[in-house]
């Protein structure tokens, strides 16, 4: 019986072994997700200020090209002063060309505040840009060291599930589904009692005469409460002298 036992608790140990590996695998992703998030972040930061910047060359695209067609039609109305007979019309006109001059003006110091605005915009940009492949080379790294550590756990459990594989064949079939059926729900599946009659799984008491008997058969039950597999300590090592 002892023996048993003895191939169950390595049993357990290796599962034991594999839930840590699986508890600390679980945890990567997040922390990958959470890094990924903050990236995204920094990214979009980056790209709000950038968009800022396109607005504004826009802006000046927009309003050169304004000037521009002003300045023409100017040209074009001046070249048709000589063409008024009467001096009414001509005096619409001339008013008409000094209104768009002024507009002119007005437009192309507009142009120069839009310029100085692009000018530090790029240098928002730029330092944002600096920033952001810091960033990301820290966030990169620490991503890197969690895809790594997670691999390193995926490896941990597929290695263990072989030795899992090998430990199961020493254990008596009917222990092993009992065990299996237990593990599935809590773990430790198969627990110690402590004196006088304690279930360290679930810290309950059994009945004292079900200690009592274990402690003499060396064998194992279940426990009331929690229905892990108990056993008295002896069953596995052998009481001191």
């Known amino acids: 019986m002892r023996e048993k036992l003895q191939s169950l608790a ?28 903050e990236l995204g972040t920094v990214r979009s930061a980056v790209e709000a200020e950038r968009s800022k910047l396109d607005d504004i060359e826009r802006q000046r695209s927009s309003l050169e090209q304004t000037i521009s067609e002003e300045k023409d039609k100017v040209k074009k109305w001046e070249a048709r002063l000589t063409e008024q007979r009467s001096t009414r019309e001509y005096s619409a006109l001339a008013r008409e060309i000094d ?12 142009l120069v505040e839009l310029g100085k605005t692009q000018g530090a915009q790029r240098e928002v940009v730029k330092q944002k840009d600096v920033d952001f492949q810091a960033r ?51 773990m430790p599946a198969m627990v110690p009692l402590a004196p006088p009659n304690t279930c360290t799984g679930c810290r309950m008491n059994v009945p004292p005469q079900m200690y009592n008997t274990l402690k003499v058969s060396l064998g194992y039950d279940t426990c009331p409460s929690c229905m892990r597999i108990i056993y008295a300590p002896e069953a596995i090592e052998p009481a001191s002298k």
Do not use: C, H, W
């Open 99 to 110: 209104i768009a001059k002024k507009s002119n003006v007005s437009m192309a110091e507009e």
């Open 136 to 186: 990301a080379k820290d966030l990169g790294a620490k991503m890197a060291e969690l895809r790594a550590k997670l691999a390193e756990a995926e490896a941990g459990v597929k290695g263990l599930e072989e030795k899992r594989n090998d430990a199961a064949k020493n254990v008596e079939a009917n222990l092993l589904r009992r065990y299996d059926a237990v593990r599935k729900k809590r």
């Open 10 to 37: 390595a049993l357990q140990k290796v599962d034991v072994e594999i839930a840590a590996f699986k508890k600390s695998a679980e945890t990567y992703p997040k922390q990958i997700a959470e890094l990924e998030k």
